[in-house]
């Protein structure tokens, strides 16, 4: 199957600093998104962005697919931003997704 | 519009016996699919239905299985449990695969196998 690397493993932020996410994908992907999972374990949908770049807020990501990466980049972090964020991605159109091992961000008052 | 459902949230189980588990998709959503994750394997696909058909499976054993009714709600089993199944077990919805498609995921129930 296709491999997800996502970097850096752990993130230690202080609240207000950026950071920026990395997620490697080893095949070309029909689908990209990004999550966030809160402490609870739900995962939360952040982005659909299997190509281009997308902003909601205080988050935004792109996704180069020609150069198999995806971005995510977190400007003015907030405590409630702490959490483990994941990137998925689909090649067969059947809703099965692939995960990389996530990143650990921790963002300090 | 609700969010998907997933029932129970925790529960404990003993080696050996069995447990379903179940997922409400959100309304108008007829694609289930079921993941576990554990802190080891991280995220892993288990199956996925879509008008009450399995369209793709993982790499998982034959103890776990799952069904998709008429009304898209979904269940999943396993049987003879072993330790290591302990596990969270996600439940996402969407209305359809492929570009475009985007998955809502639930709660989770988080199992303990003891």
């Known amino acids: 199957g296709i491999q997800v690397e996502q970097s850096p493993p752990d993130l230690i932020l202080q609240e207000g600093a950026n950071s920026t996410l990395r997620c490697n994908f080893s095949d070309s992907v029909n689908n990209l998104q990004w999550f966030h999972q809160n402490p609870w374990g739900q995962l939360i949908n952040l982005f659909y962005i299997p190509s281009g770049t997308k902003q909601n807020g205080r988050l935004s990501a792109t996704t180069v697919a020609t150069e198999r990466y995806s971005l995510l980049y977190i400007s003015s972090s907030q405590t409630t931003d702490s959490g483990v964020y994941f990137c998925a991605v689909d090649i067969y159109n059947f809703n099965k997704f692939y995960f990389g091992s996530g990143t650990k961000l921790n963002v300090k008052p | ?114």
């Open chain 2, 1 to 114: 519009k609700a969010g998907v459902t997933q029932t129970p949230r925790y529960l404990i189980k003993t080696r050996g016996q069995q447990v379903t588990l179940s997922c409400s998709p959100i309304s108008g959503h007829r694609s289930v699919s079921w993941y576990q994750q554990t802190p080891g394997q991280g995220l892993q696909f288990l199956f996925e239905y879509f008008s009450e058909t399995q369209r793709n499976k993982g790499n998982f054993p034959g103890r776990f299985s799952g069904r998709q009714f008429s009304n898209s709600r979904s269940e999943m089993n396993v049987s003879t449990l072993e330790l290591g199944d302990s596990a969270l077990y996600l439940c996402a919805s969407s209305d359809g695969a492929g570009p475009g498609n985007t998955i809502y995921f639930g709660e989770g129930s988080w199992l303990t196998v003891v």
